[in-house]
């Protein structure tokens, strides 16, 4: 119930901003079930408490903007094969503190080694946000299949999150053989003014795939065992650029950095993108990896998507590739990759060379 001063102050409030469809009233909301959500969101604060969203339902958070949201307790979903997303949040200017709090995504109860490619229907994303702001102290616990996908509708600072896929590395009696977990992507974007910083992602597929969007930074993040991190596979008409991923840590991934785009798609294009004081061990597959010829690895590349300007330069990013490995290798279309690309502050160690297919750009570097 609010106090009719409340309801005065936030029509004042209102009056000001002069948005009164979005205004929130100065309170604090409380959601312990899917019911309270619609009352809660009302309110400038709202706390979530622990508890069970029912099989089969999207745990949906349209916040007013300027709103601050707290977990007070952990998360679970009811579990239940359909579409999903699991969690959903929307508003500008929104301040999510999930202070170290879990979304459970109850992944043992889906996995069978195939992901989105068969099996059961897996909730996907789990997580989807679409809030400006500030989305902080989160962990998320074996997701069915990708995490997050973020578009947000203004700036995002997305700070010291936690992926725990860790026990989608094993095998189970429906994988197999294979990790039970699959394509289980930390952070799916297309995007633009994001920053993800601080955190930490244990899977099995993309750390971060960045499909389109621009000035997007990924900095200081943890990545562990998956496929590394991305920029694609780059569609038709999608367009990258302005892109910062510096000082991460990848450890055990089939590659550190890799820029895929589909061999068939055309009006597309990746450029300015900076990789700086990034390390890497243990990689499966490559070092780097930038490849026209998506879904192949290395087969026949396509050059409909021009991609220019992929630099490593700043602090020197040093990435060692198991034994078996390739280093470098780079797959471009005849004409599609452009310009010269400046690649001093690159060192990768270990394995073999790999080829540099229709491209002589690269300076300061030689593998
Ligand atoms: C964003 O929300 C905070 C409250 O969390 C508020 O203090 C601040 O003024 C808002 N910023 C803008 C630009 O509206
Ligand atoms: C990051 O999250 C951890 C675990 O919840 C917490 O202990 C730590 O204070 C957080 N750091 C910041 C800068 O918020
Ligand atoms: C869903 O199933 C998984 C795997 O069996 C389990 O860990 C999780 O607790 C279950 N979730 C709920 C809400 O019962
Ligand atoms: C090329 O892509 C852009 C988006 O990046 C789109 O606006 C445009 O319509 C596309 N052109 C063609 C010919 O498909
Ligand atoms: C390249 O991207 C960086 C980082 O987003 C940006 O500051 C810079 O202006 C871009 N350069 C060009 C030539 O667009
Ligand atoms: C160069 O690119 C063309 C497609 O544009 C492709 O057919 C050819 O195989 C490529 N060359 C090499 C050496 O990969």
């Known amino acids: 119930m609010l106090s009719t001063f409340a309801l005065l102050a936030a029509l004042a409030f209102a009056a000001v901003r002069g948005a009164p469809s979005s205004a929130a009233t100065p309170c604090t909301g409380t959601i312990a079930s899917l019911d309270d959500v619609d009352d809660a969101v009302k309110c400038t604060v709202v706390n979530i408490m622990s508890f069970t969203v029912p099989a089969g339902e999207t745990f949906n958070v349209e916040l007013a903007d300027d709103s601050v949201v707290n977990m007070m307790g952990d998360v679970a979903f009811g579990n239940q094969t359909w579409d999903g997303p699991l969690f959903q949040i929307s508003g500008d200017n929104v301040t999510f503190n999930g202070n170290g709090h879990t979304f459970d995504g109850g992944g ?49 600072v997305m700070s010291n999150l936690t992926v725990d896929n860790s026990a989608g590395n094993e095998p189970n009696s429906k994988s197999d053989g294979q990790p039970a977990g699959h394509n289980t992507d930390g952070f ?3 995007t633009t003014d994001l920053v993800i910083e601080d955190s930490t992602v244990i899977n099995q597929d993309d750390c971060l795939a960045i499909n389109k969007g621009s000035n997007i930074v990924f900095q200081r993040n943890t990545c562990s065992f998956g496929h590394g991190i991305s920029i694609g596979s780059i569609s038709s008409g999608a367009v990258v650029s302005g892109i910062v991923i510096q000082d ?28 700086s004081g990034n390390t890497a061990s243990q990689l499966r597959m490559f070092g780097v990896l930038i490849d026209q010829s998506y879904p ?26 198991s034994s078996d490995a390739e280093r470098v290798a780079v797959n471009c279309g005849e004409g599609s990759c452009l310009g010269t690309w400046d690649w001093s502050a690159l060192v990768v160690t270990g394995g073999s060379a790999g080829p540099i297919n229709n491209f002589s750009g690269i300076e300061d570097f030689s593998q």
């Open 108 to 156: 043992p109860f889906y996995w069978d080694g195939q992901g989105g490619n068969g099996g059961v229907t897996k909730p996907a994303p789990m997580m989807k946000i679409k809030i400006s702001g500030v989305f902080t102290n989160v962990r998320v616990l074996n997701s069915p299949e990708r995490v997050y996908s973020v578009s947000n509708p203004g700036p995002l």
């Open 248 to 275: 991460n840590n990848v450890i055990e991934n089939d590659q550190a950095i890799r820029i895929k785009t589909d061999a068939t798609a055309t009006n597309a294009s990746v450029s300015n993108v900076t990789y």
């Open 188 to 190: 799916d974007v297309s």
């Open 296 to 321: 192949d690895t290395l087969g026949t590349p396509g050059n409909g998507v021009q991609v220019s300007d992929i630099n490593f330069v700043g602090s020197t990013n040093t990435f060692a590739v």
